[in-house]
């Protein structure tokens, strides 16, 4: 888990070469609130010449979609079971929000990112290191 937008762990990214564009950090908990998950991006490789611009990004919230608030009678009787198995808040909404569907799926929003790929000029002439041919 990242904590922080600017902790230590995007530091690291970032003394490594790795982009963390602002326009591609969303925040990956399930209340919208958190910065969890982050993606570093290596946007130009000097060695194959692939270089990449950010298209659009984002998250994906899959409870819009499965294991909705609307959907909590649904699986009542699965939350009933659960709570009386672990130690999860005894509010029923509660216990299905925040307990039983974020262990059906992940407490973490997926994020995504498009890129643009090309090839630098200088590419054609490039040579990988581990090869003795040109790339093309």
């Known amino acids: 888990n990242i904590e922080r ?5 995007v530091r690291a990214f970032k003394a490594e ?12 908990d ?5 910065f ?3 993606t570093g991006l290596l946007l130009n490789d000097a060695v ?11 998250s994906v919230n ?3 979609s499965v ?4 959907d909590r009678e649904v ?10 198995a672990a130690s999860s808040p005894p509010n029923a909404a509660l216990a299905y929000e925040k307990f039983w569907r974020t262990r059906q799926l992940s407490d973490h929003i997926p994020l995504w990112v498009e890129l643009k790929l090309g090839r630098s000029p200088s590419a054609d002439t490039a040579v990988l290191p581990t090869a003795s041919r040109r790339v093309r």
Do not use: N
């Not at 699986?75 to 009386?84: E, F, L, Q």
């Open 30 to 34: 399930v209340s919208g609130t958190r």
């Open 62 to 64: 899959p409870f819009a």
């Open 48 to 58: 194959t010449g692939m270089r990449a611009t950010i298209g659009k990004s984002g």
């Open 5 to 9: 937008k600017d902790g230590p762990a």
């Open 17 to 28: 070469g790795f982009s963390v564009p602002p326009r591609i950090v969303h925040p990956t």
């Open 67 to 70: 294991f909705r608030a609307e």
């Open 75 to 84: 699986y009542a009787k699965a939350v009933t079971a659960t709570r009386a």
């Open 36 to 38: 969890y998950d982050m």
